[in-house]
């Protein structure tokens, strides 16, 4: 979460003053120990599931700035209402330490308006369903819809746009946004495949135009509050 910050002479810049963290992947890291810079040590606050702190520390981000939680528990910060989620995936530093962290998706009240952070996931019947129901539905949900070939490997931990759009039903939301897409080509689809699949399942499902949507890259879109 970025916040914008009057630095004089009517110049406003923009600064991360929030940071969640969906799991313990490595290459998900935003810093490596070695490079935990003063231009993030002195202001973020980080939210991450269960056994993720250490690292956090180890890397020079001082204790009280790092929030480590579980499923279901909450925090707050002025301004600020966050919770940790259910979601279907694994965590792992390393090759010998799968699930021995947690995951989580995010939940997130600020400015009037809700939004929930899907991170990686695969799908199931039960976690979304309860999500939407214990939130009473969220104004933007950001869902993954890429990395999902093979299926016969994928399928367990990482989504499809047809389950991504039945998730943005699942949890209420007025308006998603598809993400984990056209990064890295780590999956059999191709790079533009998860946008135009998107396309096709949300008119195939009668979704309105503009209610689960992708971005062009570096693209922003304003919503008043």
């Not at 939130?135 to 933007?140: E, I």
């Not at 949300?202 to 008043?224: H, M, N, P, R």
Request: aromatic residues 12%.
């Amino acid at each position: 979460l970025v916040s914008s910050v009057d630095v004089g002479s009517g110049v406003c810049e923009c600064r991360i003053c929030v940071v969640v963290r969906a799991r313990g992947r490595a290459s998900y890291t935003l810093f490596s120990s070695s490079a935990a810079s003063d231009e993030y040590k002195g202001q973020p606050i980080y939210f991450v599931p269960l056994k993720l702190a250490q690292w956090f520390k180890d890397a020079g981000i001082a204790p009280n700035q790092v929030h480590e939680m579980d499923w279901w528990d909450k925090a707050e910060e002025p301004g600020l209402q966050i919770q940790a989620m259910p979601s279907q995936h694994w965590s792992a530093r390393g090759l010998s330490d799968r699930f021995e962290s947690l995951w989580a998706s995010w939940y997130v009240q600020l400015g009037g308006r809700s939004l929930w952070f899907a991170g990686d996931t695969g799908y199931n019947e039960k976690q979304f369903k309860e999500i939407g129901d214990k939130t009473g539905g969220v104004d933007f949900a950001f869902i993954p819809i890429g990395g999902y070939l093979p299926r016969s490997f994928m399928s367990d931990f990482h989504i499809n746009p047809e389950e991504a759009v039945k998730i943005h039903r699942d949890v209420k939301a007025d308006v998603s946004f598809g993400m984990h897409w056209g990064t890295f080509p780590l999956t059999a689809e191709g790079p533009m495949a998860p946008v135009l699949e998107l396309a096709k399942q949300v008119k195939d499902y009668g979704l309105d135009e503009g209610e689960f949507i992708t971005l062009d890259l570096g693209e922003t879109i304003l919503y008043q509050p």
